[in-house]
């Protein structure tokens, strides 16, 4: 392929790595706020890009997701393979944790057998000095074969040098690293041999990829290779080839031939890092070694979780109610009059549809959403730059396990009592496509923050505190029933938990910043056309007299089944667009806010539980059309009715027989 | 019929000692077991008779029949004490896998223990190849807080055994117990300089022989 002169200026530089390892530090460092995040196309991993100028070049820089392998065992790792065959960028940057090079080095020598365009950022020096790490650098370099430099990303130091290295790598025009690092002497054979037949055999499929590298992979039985090579005309020989190979190897070795291959990596890497690493004094017990210590051990770390996580609701509750208040304040009492009298000229029904459809849709995201989830997602970007989040997962685990999920789903769970939109895209953390909408099938039962309003708001503040906490209680067992249901009835394996336990850093109000408004950013273009023009549509329906209709057929459910007086239809259907609206419209329909004068304590339990329980609204919609697909997104819309209809009548009937 | 547990250790001692399968002469593997040589050198004997070694010149090599009284073993003692806690349905394991009926114990392993197929093979491989007594590894769930071990063998399927690998959890690797959550919680681990989280269940499938210096 040959660029034109201006587009020779233009070079794409992807970054690859370990999670934990400051590779979007670095990323962030390189691209500032320019930058855009979107999903890789069909997958729910994200894809960070930015533009950065250097020198006379326009450089792209892909944020590539934190893997540990270049197999084909998760999203991350597929989503990778996937970008580094098909977009080929110019220079791949293999960000390293200085501190941990030995197991780090396994991707890098992965990258090397793929012959990508390698530059080595070798990250977090300082914090490495810090444990008595240091690195000859020159050595390393020399040894892996592809330029090595030393960055601290949250300071930028080196970051220039690094740029400067991966021009240099387009300048040398060389589009694939060789390197000189061999394996064993009988696999270095064997694969040898592979690529051979694999040059002469499959040379079309060899001009895309690296014959050392497909033969490396047909050796560790990866599904897609193999797919690749069968398709050749040759394909057959070639897998009976490396089929007769495997075999030998798993019967020298006595075990799998990818624990064969991954033990050669390994005996590489270790003896590189042997060669480079010198440890200048022994790693004593650190502060962040103690702190680790207290908060993900026994009964304390425990206690330390609760208190931690009650003390982030009390403020996201009190920080996210005193903006609430304040910009409602500002929408209802100056621009709503000020924008209906503007109307005053349009005919009645048309403002009242730009009103309340429009502008109330946009009011409501405004007013209810943002001001619970800014707070939120601050606090969280700083628990997960701090390293908390998977000491908690440690901790969790255990639960987690009853409802089929591990430790992990602890951390959607926990946004969800914030907000479900947040914690439906954060159920991605998940390893497959199906604890992840498991994850998300419990998660948008958990009350968020507006469904705590109704919750408060009612059983709370009429039925007393302890009535209110047994509500959410009784969430629980039902969130934890259900898991288990669902556990049960989806078919396939529950994944077991491992992860790595980054150490503890203190987190940079930088990063910590740029984090939460990137995904503000994503929330917004998510969730707010979705919140506008189901606004609209509801408008356009209560305008057309549909809804009225609606709500007339709804009756008898509402006060026959449920127990409720027959006005409350309009509100709960209108709570699909805010949950808190429904209250709110309750306290119109019925003509006053003091409803233990209209509402017996059974009518306002529940009350409370269908409005907990029933369809998410429409951002927790938009949230779950965007991560699953519509046919599982109406899944958990007819589950989530279906659940609160019964359990809202059942506790009509048990509830009349105590009360 | 059951084998004594001295057959065993010899036929175990034999194996391992055996690994360029040309033999292993008697004053080793006396020297090995620390038994006198007139009572290895019996033992010795009553295996030719049953079949489980062979005698060519000085040496003795393990039979294919002894290979699979071996693998018979290991399968019982890991089921017994591991994967069925005693429970077990031991004679019946026993009885099948010496009737080759792998089958039925991948069926077993399956339906009861939740080893898929390709999961229980890997576990077939690993204690074929096993080297050394099978007494010697424990779960790494066994460990306690501070103790190290050293990883045998993987019982897991490719997707695992894979995830597992990239972690740096593979054979012969040494890994250090920093953190143990009560309840058959998860287990924290380090090694590489690294520290990892591992769930129970999946702990529970590394299989390591218990080592004493850090």
């Known amino acids: 392929m040959l660029n034109t002169k201006a587009e020779a200026k233009r070079i794409t530089i992807a970054l690859a790595g370990n999670a934990n390892v400051g590779k979007s530090a670095i990323f962030n460092q390189l691209t500032g706020l320019n930058q855009t995040v979107a999903n890789w196309p069909g997958k729910t991993v994200e894809r960070t890009e930015g533009t950065l100028r250097f020198q006379d070049y326009t450089i792209k820089v892909v944020d590539l997701p934190g893997i540990y392998s270049l197999s084909t065992y998760s999203m991350e790792e597929l989503v990778t393979r996937e970008y580094l065959v098909e977009e080929t960028p110019d220079v791949v940057v293999n960000v390293v944790d200085a501190s941990a090079l030995e197991r780090n080095l396994y991707l890098t020598l ?20 810090k444990k008595g790490v240091r690195i000859d650098v020159e050595k390393l370099s020399e040894l892996l074969g592809v330029p090595v430099i030393p960055t601290i990303a949250v300071t930028g130091s080196g970051i220039s040098e690094l740029l400067e290295a991966c021009v240099g790598v387009v300048k040398s025009g060389r589009r694939r690293a060789q390197s000189r690092l061999k394996y064993g002497k009988e696999v270095e054979e064997y694969v040898g041999k592979l690529s051979e037949v694999l040059k002469e055999r499959a040379p079309t499929l060899v001009s895309k990829y690296s014959a050392r590298w497909l033969a490396i ?98 403020t996201i509750f009190y920080v996210g109610g005193f903006f609430v208040a304040l910009l409602e304040g500002f929408f209802t009492d100056l621009l709503l009059p000020a924008v209906e009298g503007l109307l005053t000229a349009t005919p009645p029904l048309l403002a009242a549809f730009i009103v309340d459809g429009v502008l109330g849709g946009v009011v409501a995201g405004l007013t209810v959403v943002l001001p619970y989830i800014v707070p939120f997602y601050l606090i969280l970007a700083v628990l997960q730059d701090s390293g908390y989040l998977p000491r908690a997962a440690f901790l969790m685990d255990n639960f987690m396990h009853k409802i089929g999920l591990h430790g992990k789903a602890f951390i959607p769970l926990l946004l969800g009592y914030g907000c479900s939109v947040p914690a439906c895209i954060s159920c991605r953390i998940m390893e497959s496509d199906r604890e992840r909408f498991l994850a998300a099938f419990v998660t948008v039962l958990i009350p968020c923050a507006a469904r705590t309003v109704i919750i408060l708001g009612l059983v709370g503040r009429y039925l007393g505190l302890p009535a209110a906490i047994a509500i959410y209680l009784f969430n629980l067992i039902l969130v934890f029933l259900l898991g288990r249901l669902a556990y049960r009835t989806f078919p396939g394996e529950p994944v077991g938990l491992v992860m790595e336990m980054p150490p503890y850093r203190k987190p940079l109000a930088r990063a910590v910043l740029m984090q939460t408004w990137s995904k503000t950013k994503d929330f917004i273009q998510i969730a707010f056309p979705i919140i506008v023009g189901g606004s609209m549509a509801l408008q356009l329906l209560n305008i057309s007299g549909l809804l009225q209709r609606a709500s007339n057929l709804l009756e008898p459910l509402i006060s026959w089944w449920l127990g409720l007086p027959a006005v409350s239809s309009i509100p709960l259907v209108f709570g699909v667009l805010r949950k808190e609206l429904a ?36 951002s927790t919609v938009a949230a779950l059309l965007h991560e699953f697909g519509l046919r599982r997104t109406l899944f958990i819309v007819v589950v989530d009715i279906t659940l609160a209809l019964l359990v809202g009548g059942i506790a009509y009937r048990i509830l009349m027989l105590v009360m | 019929m059951s084998i004594s547990c001295e057959l065993i250790e010899l036929l175990e001692i034999v194996a391992s000692l055996d690994l360029e399968k040309k033999g292993a002469p008697l004053s080793v593997i006396a020297n090995r077991l620390g038994w006198p040589v007139d009572k290895t050198l019996e033992k010795l004997k009553n295996c030719v008779e049953l079949g489980f070694i062979e005698q060519q010149d000085s040496l003795f090599t393990v039979t294919p029949k002894g290979a699979n009284e071996i693998l018979a073993h290991r399968a019982e003692y890991l089921h017994d004490h591991f994967i069925h806690r005693g429970r077990g349905r031991l004679a019946w394991l026993l009885k099948r896998l010496k009737k080759g009926a792998r089958g039925e114990v991948t069926q077993h392993l399956f339906a009861r223990h939740g080893l898929d197929k390709e999961a229980s093979d890997t576990l077939h491989q690993s204690l074929l190849e096993f080297k050394g007594q099978v007494e010697e590894v424990v779960p790494l769930t066994e460990l306690k807080r501070g103790e190290v071990g050293e990883v045998a063998f993987v019982v897991a399927g490719r997707g695992l055994l894979a995830r597992l690998a990239a972690m740096g959890i593979v054979p012969k690797v040494k890994v250090t117990v920093v953190r143990v959550a009560p309840l058959h919680g998860p287990i924290e681990v380090s090694l590489r300089g690294v520290s990892i989280i591992l769930g129970y269940g999946v702990a529970s499938k590394i299989y390591v022989r218990r080592g004493s210096s850090a």
């Open chain 1, 110 to 129: 992965q990258l090397l057998e793929f012959e990508a365009p390698l530059v080595i950022a070798l990250n977090q020096v300082d914090f490495a000095a």
């Open chain 1, 217 to 314: 992979k047909l050796l560790e039985k990866d599904p897609q290779v193999v797919e690749l090579v069968k398709l050749e005309g040759f394909g057959q020989q070639i897998l009976a080839l490396a089929e007769a190979i495997i075999e030998h190897l798993e019967k020298m070795h006595g075990e799998n031939s990818i624990l064969v291959i991954a033990s050669e990596r390994y005996s590489v890497a270790s003896r590189v890092a042997g060669e480079v690493v010198k440890i200048a004094t022994p790693p004593k017990l650190s502060v962040e070694e103690k702190l680790s210590d207290l908060t993900a051990r026994g009964i304390l770390g425990y206690l330390i979780l609760v208190t931690l996580f009650i003390s982030i609701f009390a």
């Open chain 1, 583 to 618: 209250l709110i419209l309750l306290g119109d329909a019925l003509g006053t806010f003091d409803f233990s004068l209209v509402l017996s304590p059974v009518q306002m339990v529940v009350f409370t539980l269908v409005s907990m329980l029933y369809i998410p609204c429409v």
